[in-house]
DNA sequence: GAGGGCAATGTCAGTGACTGACATGCGATC
DNA sequence: GATCGCATGTCAGTCACTGACATTGCCCTC
């Protein structure tokens, strides 16, 4: 009731995953979770550009951590294992919102216009971690590759560690998925076929 | 005028393009495209799902092509390579269409919820790639991180391409493009630094 | 402690994307 | 040439989003 209560976004926030699951996406109206949140629909047009961005809120606070990671890394690695790095300096985030993360990640899931934004913000991050790498004097093309693989290995990745169901004892980390994926990456990379004793006739390597 | 125009969906692809790229995308309304073309707001809608749909018509055409290719090629290779000849069997279909690829590519460069729909439609992309290499026995997650490299590597690849300027001699096709980006991802996941001789300590591969 | 200023919120009116229900004209079929 | 089916048109409605302006609580200063 009162006007001035605290936290209007995080209200708006915790609203709209309500109700986006209690009837779904195209169910709720922004007056609707303004309502909820007990503000109007044009007060949550001014916390948020549009509909789809409340579920969106952590996105330049992960980015930002990539950023920095990347940029106080050791020097003498591999491009990719900067990236690497940089995912896995957010596991500490991740793993005690693992239940939010499900949660989240489910409804995305429901909403093909969601999963736009969810790509447009991984791709958001993918270009600010191959600025990062840039700003190492990581050369193109490789920064941009470099951080496009590491998108890949962090959406399997975090796929992965969502989906673990609680089997009590043995859940395994944000990292571990990270690292399990990186390996499986390079393992399909490698010079020669992956699956199998070699059962057909050598050639030269690829290109 | 007339009621029976034929090619309707053609004629609203057409007048979109033509519109965005003289007003631009939010200063287009839907009935603008649809005047232009002879027709109603309404009939443009049972065309297309959404505005932004009328630029990505091809899409299921390059899916379906995409799908057969990797189906239809021989055995023995590793699941990167099926990835990358299919999208090098789209080559023909895009090489004589540059001009029309680069007009289009600089629209939806200009507009966000454009770049949300090319990025779902890549993703789409990738997923159907995935099950096709899943229907030839490839196993997860070496599908899908193979699907993911491919997008990447095409998503390079396509972009170096479009932006050749008219040099006139000497311009490489899609191919050329497709297999250097392959290259510069392998070395980017091989075992040791690429850049400069050796200047750290060995230490076993990764993993 | 009255006044003024700032920032967050509210109110209102408008545009345009998108949808459902129903009407209409063109072309083919019997 | 009556009928039928499909592509298109008409109309009315909902809702996301925006700009302009009003209001209200809070804080700072004199």
Redesign the interface.
């Known amino acids: 009731m009162a006007r001035w209560e605290p936290n209007a976004r995080e209200r708006l926030e915790k609203a709209a995953m309500e109700l986006f699951r209690e009837r779904g996406f195209d169910e709720t109206a922004v007056a609707d979770i303004a309502a909820r949140a007990g503000l109007t629909e044009r007060t949550f047009f001014r916390y948020f550009a549009d509909k789809r961005e409340v579920l969106f809120g952590g996105s330049p606070a992960l980015q930002e951590m990539l950023v920095k990671t990347i940029a106080a890394e050791p020097a003498?690695?591999?491009?990719?294992?900067l990236v690497l790095a940089a995912y896995e300096a957010t596991s500490p985030i991740f793993e005690p919102r693992r239940p939010y993360a499900k949660a989240r990640t489910a409804i995305v899931a429901t909403h093909?216009a969601l999963?736009?934004?969810e790509?447009?913000k991984l791709?958001a991050l993918g270009a600010a971690v191959a600025e990062a790498l840039r700003a190492r004097g990581v050369?193109e093309?490789?920064a941009?590759?470099?951080s496009?693989?590491g998108?890949?290995i962090f959406?399997?990745a975090f796929e992965r560690w969502v989906e673990e169901d609680q089997k009590g004892d043995k859940k395994k980390d944000l990292v571990h998925h990270l690292?399990?994926?990186?390996?499986?990456?390079?393992?399909?990379?490698?010079?020669?076929?992956?699956?199998g004793p070699s059962?057909?006739r050598p050639r030269s390597a690829?290109?």
């Open positions: 003498g690695r591999r491009p990719i294992d093909p999963m736009e934004r790509l447009i791709a050369a093309p490789a941009t590759l470099a496009e693989a998108v890949a959406k399997l690292r399990a994926a990186l390996a499986q990456l390079e393992a399909l990379t490698a010079p020669r076929p992956v699956r059962r057909q690829a290109r």
